[in-house]
């Protein structure tokens, strides 16, 4: 099976898998005992932060790990929008965020808050401008996502984060890096983020271990009650093999990026013009290195359910996505494609196709054989069915 569906999750890197396994089988001690094979973890813990927070040019202290971003995210908004009530219930964001903001947003509304969910463009990009304009004086948290997990869109966060922090300095800033790190560059310290979510298993890390970037200073208010791990901001035993994992996947990743990014985008460019030409198809994203992610290609095939063009794909030995992993057994039509204008049918038809570190040329090619060939095939179905 040749695997295309790196934004759901990737591969773990062997030297990830081997380090997991030697911490897990010799450092088992809780990291909060005081003993020494509790210093011993708290040690390996200490050494995790310092090589993630070095991977992302902050401080050690900056760090919270958690158990993915889906945690991170809520941590963020829920946190931040607790912590602050005092100044205000008001929350900015986007209408394409992960659900794990989304979701998070719609929920403090049953609360109380207000949330504005601003627009995007029909290349799924929001305008700082609009963001800006929509913060008040009672706005606590403006939460926008760097890359897009659908579509690979990339947000301009750091043109938001600058101005945001120049004309509302209290207002805190979410960025949802998820898609975004080791993808497209992002100057964290010198764009106005105050909160930075991260996942492990999107750069080839275990699953279920992510971490948040918190800017000093900033406090959350806690969504774990308990032990008073991570400052306080995160209970419970941490989780030391895999944050020890996740430590080097990101350092790996990091090292590895510059070579992966340049793959990506030849890889991505000429998978985009072979879709281009394919009747039937139509392209959602494009391979413009301003506004698109260098690793996501997402097109739909509007009249065909995206399950049965997938499926073609599998039984010709290629996995794809359809939406994002988080949300493809909704079959209703995407909310990030509505919100760029698609109508009904091309919003429900949507295919994603991701890339990792692995992919050649040779692998593209075989996709997309197989991809021309599923669809010559469908399209005759489609054809004898009118
Ligand atoms: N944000 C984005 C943009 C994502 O792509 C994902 C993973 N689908 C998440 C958040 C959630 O991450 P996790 O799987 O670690 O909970």
């Known amino acids: ?32 005992s005081l003993h020494r094979a509790g210093e011993d973890s708290a040690k390996l813990l200490r050494r995790a932060r310092e090589v993630c927070a070095q991977a992302l040019s902050v401080q050690p202290g900056e760090i919270v790990f958690t158990s993915g971003a889906t945690e991170s995210n809520n941590l963020a908004v829920k946190g931040a929008a607790f912590q602050y009530i005092k100044r205000g219930k008001h929350i900015v964001t986007t209408t394409v965020e992960h659900p794990s903001v989304y979701e998070a947003c719609r929920h403090l509304e049953l609360l109380g808050f207000e949330v504005t969910y601003v627009p995007v463009q029909a290349d799924g990009r929001a305008a700082a401008d609009q963001v800006l304009q929509s913060v ?14 659908e579509t690979g869109s990339i947000q301009p966060v750091e043109d938001i984060g600058r101005r945001l922090k120049a004309e509302h300095p209290r207002v805190l800033f979410h960025v949802d890096g998820v898609q975004g790190f080791g993808k497209v560059p992002l100057a964290l310290s010198e764009s106005g983020i105050d909160l930075y979510s991260l996942s492990a298993h999107k750069i080839r890390g275990p699953k279920g271990t992510g971490l948040l970037y918190v800017h000093s200073g900033v406090k959350l208010f806690p969504q774990l009650s308990g032990g008073g791990q991570e400052g306080g901001m995160r209970s419970g035993t941490e989780n030391v093999p895999s944050l020890v994992g996740m430590a080097k996947a990101f350092r790996l990743a990091k090292d590895a990026s510059e070579a992966n990014v340049r793959n990506w985008r030849l890889l991505q460019s000429w998978i985009v013009d072979e879709i281009s030409g394919i009747p039937g198809l139509v392209l959602n994203s494009s391979a413009e290195a301003a506004v698109s992610a260098p690793h996501i290609i997402h097109f739909s095939y509007p009249g065909m359910k995206p399950e049965v063009l997938l499926h073609c794909l599998e039984d010709e030995g ?19 494609l509505l919100a760029m204008g698609k ?23 075989e996709l997309i054989h197989a991809l021309k060939a599923a669809v010559q095939r469908l399209n005759g179905l489609k054809g004898g069915m009118k």
């Open 136 to 149: 008040r004086k009672d706005t606590v948290l403006v939460s926008v996502m760097h890359v897009n997990n």
């Open 1 to 32: 099976m040749k695997y295309f569906d790196h934004a759901a999750s990737t591969p773990p890197h062997q030297d990830v898998v081997q380090t997991i396994a030697e911490v897990m089988e010799r450092h088992y001690g809780n990291p909060s």
């Open 343 to 365: 109508d009904r049918e091309t919003a429900s038809s949507g295919i994603r196709i991701s890339l990792g570190d692995e992919h050649t040329m040779d692998d593209a090619k």
């Open 318 to 336: 290629m996995a794809v996505s359809t939406k994002s992993a988080c949300s493809s057994k909704i079959s209703e039509p995407s909310r990030i």
